[in-house]
């Protein structure tokens, strides 16, 4: 949920739905005594602008409009519609349970936003430090380099550094140092390691000689990077008992189960359709994805994912795009889904779709199945892919900006004039964006008679104009400051910038492989395992049910002496008088593309974090494939217990 929306909507409901908890002053004082410190700090570090009353009146509000729109639709369901007991008892426990589960959230969503907010905030630790133990090292004023990593980063934790310098400019603090040791403190309570780096950047300036200085801040930046690799390699480690849970409980026994449920009819439990909704298609995918959530809640931060700006030029018809390709999903999706009864109102050629229990090849369903991954994939795919592109080139060229770096680092302490630098090292990342940017930068040098600043910022000819990293424009940034300095010192610093951002690819890369046992189980799952149980199962449901059928029509048959009572008569009938084959397909098929989308999002999110565009284009990849396999076992398992029956 967006957080103005939230904002937006306690004020709304407050306006005009305050009568719920009667005397609004009294309620107040009551909310006052009642709320918990946890609830106020969640408040303050999210930055809601609200009171905690509001937020309850809102969590009223919304409870109160479920509860009376569920009844107002279970009341015309009813009246309409004649469900076994089994559904109607379904439908009145989520009429019970949706609004108050709401109320529930609303009411603590403070907490959970400001829980999802530090993950996500300390995910710009690494960054941040790295950039103020840089700029130390090329100048030791601690004022100056929080200024600059606030000034350089978009992260949210760069807000905060902000706060910092504006608190320090209207006195809320006497110096830099006791400021300094106030946001430690205040960060120390979500980051011990940001908190012990902090303070040993600090105690970098009291140090006696340059090289004892330069070992320290050192040091301040070592903490940050092993602290997050250590939280990282503990969280992997304690994923394997939670991924067996959601894998097992949450996935292969309800798949399991799709089998069983013809034969229940046997028992005298009679399933309808409404059953079979809101246990597959809502309860089931529900209670899958509030448990995956859970587990990505435990997650420490690591690196955040690159930000695109909206104003990057291959996304400004981006709106446009999008309109275009929901038409062309929402035309595809209905040609798709009414192909199986269009031939069926050609008489079914080739007997491709099934009319009866084993027949044919695929149910007339199966088409709806794959109109909504149609949908799905197109969309994806084609509003995302631009997103992709964006950030396979910007992690290319972070990727080689290290090597770059350390290259020009080596020529510049060597007496090289910047041009001539930049040249040779253009010339020896020859093939690279890098070293394409690089070439220009020393034709702006040599023909433009311009600052280096200018030959790399300019926004009418700079060489990085094209260039849309905020890593590397930063280290730039942090080069153009070093330049006033000796040919040797420039030079060293621009090395020791290089092995910084080595040292930060080289976490990210261990971190993803520690966590690389869990996204590739959860992505085969997704791919392979989940498809293959769902498809055969499905199968022997369908053969199960035939089963039971012939056995049902031979009882009929049998003398009177012979019969067992109604029971072999009735055994058949439980599933064919409520869920058709085509119907049952359907619901298990919505079940496999809600599965796969929650175990894409689990995986990601474990892998990058939040990463809308990443999550998006990986589902747009894997979904496709996911129901391909799925259609196929169907199709194959079909075909040979049809033998059987």
Not at 91 to 104: D, E, K, N, R
Not at 223 to 248: H, N, R
Not at 487 to 510: F, W
């Amino acid at each position: 949920m967006d957080q103005n929306f939230y904002c937006r909507a306690c004020c709304f409901s407050v306006k005009h739905f305050s009568w719920i908890v009667g005397d609004l002053d009294k309620y107040k004082k009551k909310s006052e005594k009642t709320v918990s410190k946890e609830f106020l700090d969640a408040m303050d570090f999210s930055g809601f602008d609200l009171e905690p009353w509001e937020t309850h009146i809102l969590s009223y509000a919304c409870s109160l409009f479920l509860f009376i729109l569920l009844i107002s639709l279970d009341i015309i369901i009813f009246n309409i519609f004649i469900y076994e007991r089994n559904s109607i008892i379904l439908i009145l426990f989520f009429t019970a349970v949706v609004p108050i589960a709401s109320m529930i959230y609303l009411s603590e969503y403070p907490k959970i936003h400001a829980k999802f907010l530090r993950i996500y905030t300390l995910g710009d630790i690494p960054e941040i430090q790295s950039y103020i133990v840089m700029s130390m090292k090329l100048v030791p004023n601690m004022e100056r380099a929080i200024i600059f990593a606030a000034d350089n980063s978009l992260r949210p934790l760069a807000k905060d550094l902000k706060k910092l310098v504006w608190d320090i400019h209207i006195r809320v603090y006497s110096n830099i140092d006791e400021a300094l040791i106030e946001f430690a403190d205040q960060w120390g309570k979500n980051s011990e390691y940001f908190k012990r780096s902090l303070h040993l950047v600090k105690s970098s300036n009291s140090e006696p000689d340059e090289a004892q200085r330069i070992m320290t801040l050192n040091k301040s930046l070592d903490i940050v990077l092993e602290g997050t690799k250590t939280l990282m390699d503990a969280f992997a480690a304690k994923l394997k008992t939670p991924t067996y849970v959601l894998y097992s409980i949450f996935i292969l026994i309800p798949l399991a189960l799709v089998a069983l449920i013809p034969a229940v009819s046997i028992v005298g439990v009679r399933m309808d359709t409404v059953t079979l909704v809101i246990i597959y298609d809502i309860g089931l995918p529900l209670f899958t994805l509030l448990y995956s959530e859970y587990i990505l809640l435990q997650r420490p931060a690591a690196f955040s994912p690159p930000n695109i700006s909206a104003g990057h030029p291959e996304l400004s018809n981006i709106a446009s795009i999008r309109k275009n390709i929901i038409i062309v999903t929402l035309i595809a999706g209905a040609a798709i889904g009414s192909s199986g009864y269009i031939l069926l109102d050609f008489y079914n050629p080739l007997n491709i779709i099934s009319t009866e229990a084993m027949g044919g090849l695929v149910l007339p369903t199966f088409p709806i199945v794959w109109a909504m991954t149609a949908m799905i994939t197109i969309y994806c795919l084609g509003v995302y892919m631009p997103y992709k592109k964006i950030r396979d080139d910007i992690k290319q060229i972070e990727n080689e900006f290290a090597d770059a770096m350390f290259i020009l680092g080596r020529r510049i302490s060597e007496g090289r004039s910047a041009e001539e630098a930049f040249v040779h090292t253009s010339e020896t990342m020859k093939g690279s964006k890098i070293g394409e940017a690089f070439a220009d930068i020393a034709k702006n040098l040599s023909s433009m008679r311009t600052t280096l600043h200018g030959a790399i910022f300019n926004e009418k000819y700079g060489a990085f104009k094209d260039i849309y990293s905020d890593r590397v424009h930063t280290i730039m940034k942090l080069l153009t400051r070093s330049v006033h300095r000796s040919h040797e010192a420039a030079g060293m610093a621009i090395i020791k910038i290089a092995d910084h951002l080595k040292e930060l690819q080289d976490v990210e890369t261990n971190i993803r492989r520690s966590l690389y046992d869990v996204t590739s189980t959860m992505g085969s799952t997704a791919i392979i395992f989940a498809p293959l149980i769902a498809g055969v199962t499905l199968a022997l449901s369908e053969v199960i049910q035939k089963i039971l059928l012939n056995i049902s029509k031979e009882s009929r048959n049998l003398p009177d002496e012979y019969n067992i009572g109604d029971f072999m008569t009735e055994a058949g009938t439980g599933m064919t008088q409520s869920v058709s084959p085509d119907i049952f397909l359907l619901v298990v098929g919505i079940y496999m593309v809600l599965l796969v989308i929650i175990l894409t999002r689990f995986a990601g999110g474990i892998e990058y974090g939040d990463d809308r565009p990443q999550f998006m284009y990986d589902l747009g990849q894997r979904l496709p494939v996911s129901i391909m396999v799925f259609t196929v076992t169907t199709i194959v398992s079909r075909v040979i217990f049809r033998s059987m029956v």
